[in-house]
């Protein structure tokens, strides 16, 4: 009934910037806390950031410093500023909810479809 819808992604050189967007849509969620993973090509799908309802932060070591996640309201939107993007950080990114702060992608169950950051050198 709930669904995550990411947009924003595309081909961008290194050192440049892009937001990507987390729409809500549906019944609110019952949690308080969202993330974004991302998951590259042969790889497994990888913790990127997580805000909960208080607006604490948590980033991966990969992307500290570099990106930036937010939000607008409890669980409707949240954001994930992305800069000086290396090509290293090609991957689908997926946003998620849950009822904790869980670095592991098997502690969700709800997923939006994804969208592709490339990264070119």
């Known amino acids: 009934q709930v669904a995550l819808v990411e947009s924003g992604g595309g081909l961008v050189q290194a050192g440049d910037s892009l937001t990507l967007t987390c729409a809500c849509s549906?019944?609110?969620?019952?949690?308080?806390?969202m993330a974004w993973f991302r998951q590259a090509q042969g790889k497994e799908r990888e913790f990127v950031a997580g805000i909960t309802h208080q607006n604490l932060v948590l980033y991966g070591n990969s992307v500290r410093g570099r990106f930036r996640i937010s939000r607008i309201g409890a669980n409707n939107t949240i954001f994930l500023q992305m800069n000086k993007l290396k090509p290293e950080d090609s991957a689908v990114y997926y946003c998620?909810?849950?009822?904790?702060?869980?670095?592991?992608?098997?502690?969700?169950?709800?997923w939006g479809q994804g969208t592709q950051v490339s990264v070119s050198s």
């Open positions: 549906g019944r609110p969620f019952n949690n308080d806390y």
């Open positions: 998620t909810r849950g009822p904790q702060d869980s670095r592991s992608p098997r502690a969700y169950s709800i």
